[in-house]
């Protein structure tokens, strides 16, 4: 970053409506997060024998970990199939990538009961029949590879020379990795809802549900970068590299890629209600929510994006990524909690105590407060000077 | 220990640092079925002898050292509502079916079934959980996490959490009372069952007991030992009068261990590792090779489209060439025409003038 925009940060008052807001949300955040810590999850959350996983786990870690797959959807892209022009993308969906799992990271660290032993598997005892075992070991791989596939822009901001040439060379090796953990992660965590048959309702269950999990994590990753790239651009207008124009190429791009990852998910989906012949359940009140959902957040975008696509209309494009970003977070939640211990009679169901949701809100909070912190800072949006097209 | 065929990393030997190959995998293929230790304890509880006094509960919260269950127990008022197995309260009876005419009510005591591939186990990355031979299925609470993975998967419902204690809070369940039946004790709950509806005994002799009553009485029971195949078994047997569904358990429940709907699947997880860098630095190559062929095609059309001008260029100098000489010769050519015609005009001049001058 240039002497002049480091000096602007510092002069930029701090007392904005957006700091104000986002100051109140993460005290509240941290408030709560001690009380929880002081009392124990009874008083805090709405969790019980029946429903041992609430928004924590469902939204936290279930959807924030779907929500960060932009990290190695665009790096892949980019570096292992030759997609060069989408480069620009590279890094805020790598800096968004390890905020999110940072939030995840943290999210789960309120909702263990002895987060402190979090360790244990890899320490203690480890337990490699579970998914968790797979996931927690995937999650903590990949958190350490997204902070490196990152630091290149840290050191660029701090003129560490040797250590980002050190990195850089490693950018091959590091998203293979990344790729590979994430293959293994995203599907894992549909794989922890193989054993509950049961429990998870059968519009939902499915032996394919890591394939599901996969597939739409893509999606996912797509989306965001969408949504975020049109974000920052109109947030951060005066220090993103590229013009309008390139962006909305890139995003008609994107579109291209989303419809058809969309199409692939409810082709797989529609393989694993006809395998399992649940046509009848669609008429059934859980069957309508699993319509409102795929046709509301998988058919609905998809023609969003293959209209702009066709036509080349960013905004529709856009718009169709907020759709499809709503829908995967509908998708975790209803895996993980409306669609979960359905058998239940409607007293004993979950809904969030309003204390989860505040921590939920703070924890998404801290993620865009960071993100606007270090793309303020850090040649995340641009190129650096001293490094202008070296990737 | 039987859940641990297949798990992730197991029995491959990769990433040994890690995973420290802790999983003692069976036979390579897994495909053997656990049929349960030989000579393990169970209980069997026959419904149709149960009266609902819930002495058990009485008994239970006792040997464990638990808060005495609500109420008092002649008071039937709390069948109203359907009480669920908590921290605080390891086994409860609940009534499933009111009493009619001269039809008794039918009630249930719940409580860990004690699987014999228990999915808590299988589910738990730091391995709390081991089915014991005796039967029991035990939890170590010295290395528990917290996450509640186990409480969320049980089929039964069965598994409670400390959730009100903020420092050290555990998973609180049934241990099929391991402390006493290793003295040679029968658990808290038989012992206490004043209608016997609670036996305790071999597993293998309390499933011929309980084919011998529905032999004895095919009018008094449903023909079905809720637990012998369901999901694989459990140590706790039940048996009822009317179908299990009626009784909150799954009675269309799988005869497959529910663990091993996991185990597929992790056990294709390390093909991800072994497969994938090759396969990625592949299409890495192949993008660079096409690359680089992109590269190369655009230098050779270069190349050609300037030895193509260069020809042009030859051609057109030649061709300017031609053009010049013959543009000269002709220049030439009517030079030479215009001299002759001019030398032949000369010489006729001449001559008339020649002719004039012979004439006057």
Known sequence: MSESAATAAVKRPLLTPFNIIAGLILAAGVAVGIYRFAVGLAPSTNLDHLNPWGLWIGFDVMTGVALAAGGFTISSAVYLFGLKEYQPLVRPAILTGFLGYFLVVLGLLVDLGQPWRLPYPFVVQAGPTSALFEIALCVALYLGTLFVEFTPAAFEWLGWRRWRRLVHSMTIALTIFGLILSTMHQSTLGAMYLITPDRLHPLWYSAHIPVHFFVSAVIAGLSMVIFESALSHRVFADKVEITHEKLDSLTIGLAKAACVALGVYLAIKVVAISLDNEWALLFTPYGHWYLFEILGFVVLPMIGYAIGFRERRPTLIRVSAVITVVGIVLNRLNVSIFAYNWRLPSHERYWPHPYEIIVTVALVTFAVVAFKWIAGRMPILHEHPDYRGEH | ?360
């Open chain 2, 1 to 360: 220990m039987s859940i641990s065929r297949r798990g992730f990393l197991g029995g491959t030997g990769v990433v040994a640092g890690v995973a420290a190959g802790s999983a003692t995998a069976r036979a390579g293929g897994g495909m053997d079925r656990f049929m349960g230790y030989p000579d393990a304890m169970g209980l069997l509880h026959d419904t149709t002898l149960c009266v609902g006094c819930r002495s058990c509960e009485v008994a239970c919260a006792k040997v464990n050292g638990k808060p005495k269950p609500a109420g008092p127990l002649h008071d039937k008022s709390i069948f109203g509502k359907m009480r669920r197995v908590t921290d605080k309260l390891y086994t409860v009876v609940n009534r499933y079916v009111k009493a009619r005419g001269n039809k008794p009510a039918v009630y249930r005591k719940h409580q860990c079934m004690h699987c014999q591939e228990p999915c808590c186990a299988s589910v738990c990355f730091v391995k709390a959980f081991t089915k014991t031979p005796e039967g029991p299925v035990l939890y170590d609470p010295s290395v528990c996490v917290g996450c509640r993975y186990c409480v969320n998967v049980c089929p039964y419902y069965a598994l409670g959490y400390e959730y009100e204690n903020a420092f050290n809070p555990t998973v609180q369940r049934c241990t099929m009372c391991y402390e006493r039946i290793k003295k040679g004790d029968q658990p808290g709950c038989a012992e206490a069952c004043p209608m016997g509806a609670i036996v305790y005994g071999k597993r293998e002799d309390l499933l011929r007991l309980a084919r011998q009553r529905i032999a004895k009485f095919p009018d008094r029971y449903v023909d079905q030992i809720f637990g012998e195949h369901e999901y694989g078994g459990t140590s706790w047997l039940t048996l009822a009068g009317v179908s299990f569904d009626k009784l909150g358990l799954p009675v269309n429940a799988s005869h497959k261990p529910l663990p091993e709907l996991t185990s597929g699947f992790l056990s294709v997880v390390p093909l991800v590792i072994t497969i994938y860098p090759g396969l990625l630095l592949g299409f890495y190559a192949w993008t660079k090779r096409k690359e680089r062929l992109a590269d190369q095609a655009r230098e050779a059309a270069a190349a050609e489209a300037r030895a193509a001008a260069e020809e042009a260029g030859a051609a057109k100098a030649a061709h300017q060439k031609k053009l010049a000489e013959s543009r000269q010769k002709k220049a030439v050519d009517l030079a030479v025409k215009k001299a002759l015609a001019q030398a032949d005009r000369e010489r006729e001049a001449a001559k008339a003038a020649a002719a004039e001058e012979e004439t006057p």
